[in-house]
């Protein structure tokens, strides 16, 4: 039972290249959401806090080794073990904006040459989003921003080939706002973005990913 009057709460997703600027728009919609009133949780994958997120962080800090089809599987789990919370959270009208998801998982390991359909599998069955916001940010642009904090994979090739998987993954709950225009202008874009998926999302079930 979808407990709250007003119905669920939206999965509203944001991705995008490293310093397309998601951070600070999960961060703004957040605060332009709860200014509305709305019910709403800023969420971010990979979730460091946990203990398979430490391992990933290890990994991203360049403290560890791990094959890549290991780690492509720890950051599905890392998503999986969050997998009933987000359900009842959303089931209880929350809206959850959400740095990062199941399509970084696929661009990123991808672009290191893993087979694709291989990457999406382990996805089949997480939360489907309502809305992915896309921000798009020409890989060079991005680099220019600086800021790339020495992670593994903040490489302007690497990046670009990054980007070319995220495109290929494009469905029509994809939604690409240009990121190179001032902060404000992607600002408003994506406020609208999500005020209309909140709006129209409260009637739908919530569904599972699938490719
Ligand atoms: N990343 C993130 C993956 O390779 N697979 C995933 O499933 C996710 C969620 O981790 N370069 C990569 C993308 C980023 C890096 O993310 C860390 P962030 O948003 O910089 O903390
Ligand atoms: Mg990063």
């Known amino acids: 039972n979808a407990g709250s009057k007003g119905g669920r ?17 999960c961060a703004r919609l957040l605060s332009f959401l709860e200014g509305k009133g709305c019910a709403t949780e800023g969420w971010r ?11 990933i962080s290890a990994y991203l800090a360049n403290e560890s080794q791990l094959d890549d089809r290991t780690i492509h599987l720890l950051f599905s789990a890392n998503r999986w073990e969050k997998r009933s919370l987000m359900e009842s959270k959303l089931l209880g009208g929350t809206t959850l904006v959400v740095d990062r998801y199941s399509y970084s998982g696929v661009a ?19 939360l489907a ?19 790339y904090g020495g992670e593994r994979y903040e490489r302007v090739e690497f990046q670009k080939r990054v980007a070319e998987y995220y495109h290929s993954l494009r469905d029509s709950t994809w939604k690409v706002v240009d990121g190179s225009v001032p902060m404000e202008t ?26």
């Open 9 to 25: 709460g939206a999965l509203i997703v944001l991705e995008g290249l490293d310093r397309s600027g998601k951070s600070s728009q």
């Open 186 to 211: 992607v600002e408003e874009q994506v406020r609208e973005l999500a005020m209309n998926c909140i709006s129209e999302c409260k009637e739908k079930q919530l569904t599972n990913l699938s490719w």
């Open 108 to 126: 990123f390991s991808a672009a290191k040459g893993l087979d694709i359909e291989w990457c999406k599998a382990p996805e089949v069955g997480l």
């Open 45 to 55: 994958f990979p979730d460091r806090e946990t203990s398979v997120g430490k391992m």
């Open 129 to 147: 989003p309502d809305l992915v916001i896309y921000l798009d940010v020409q890989p060079e642009k991005a680099a220019e921003r600086g800021g």
